[in-house]
């Protein structure tokens, strides 16, 4: 499993204009729970699968813009189920396309995707299927062994619910 550490492209900008990068080649990435703090993402993905948990409430109010690269790849995104999501601007070459299966945009926080699709796919997990695809992983049950030993609640599962 290929994980490439995620960090804000420049340290000194303000948290609304920083963009954290994801990088999935040739593997798996996997994002969950409380891993970013910006509401600009960019992804690249050749031949790969990544998984964005979109769900935490520490991600700053506001749109989230995500720039995809995706070839040959599946990313899978994790969001509230009022989540608008507008693909509007995503380019695709070949065989490309957004699985949406609800199709129901909500009143809640607009997700824009940008960018451009080879050969590939982005799969939006609302509400109890978003839980579901982070419950049966092996992230969750390192952080459900990691939050039994300090007494405190999974992150990875619903992050917006944290005790």
């Not at 303000?14 to 798996?28: E, H, I, K, L, N």
């Not at 070459?93 to 995707?113: E, F, H, M, Q």
Request: aromatic share 6%.
């Amino acid at each position: 499993m290929n994980t490439t550490p995620t960090t804000p492209a420049t340290t000194d900008a303000p948290a609304d204009s920083a963009t954290t990068r994801v990088q999935a080649y040739y593997g798996a990435v996997k994002k969950l729970g409380h891993w970013a703090q910006t509401r600009r993402f960019e992804v690249r993905a050749r031949r790969a699968s990544a998984v964005l948990d979109l769900r935490s409430p520490r991600i700053p109010d506001g749109d989230i813009e995500i720039e995809v690269a995706v070839d040959h790849s599946m990313v899978k995104l994790l969001v509230p189920q009022d989540a608008e999501i507008d693909h509007w601007d995503l380019r695709y070459t070949g065989r490309g396309r957004v699985k949406d299966w609800t199709g129901a945009n909500g009143g809640g926080r607009r997700i824009r995707i940008t960018g451009e699709i080879k050969h590939g796919e982005i799969r939006i997990h609302r509400g109890g299927v978003a839980t579901l695809s982070a419950l049966f992983t092996k992230e969750f049950l390192q952080d459900a062994r990691r939050a039994h030993l300090e007494g405190t609640t999974p992150a990875v599962a619903d992050p917006s619910h944290t005790g």
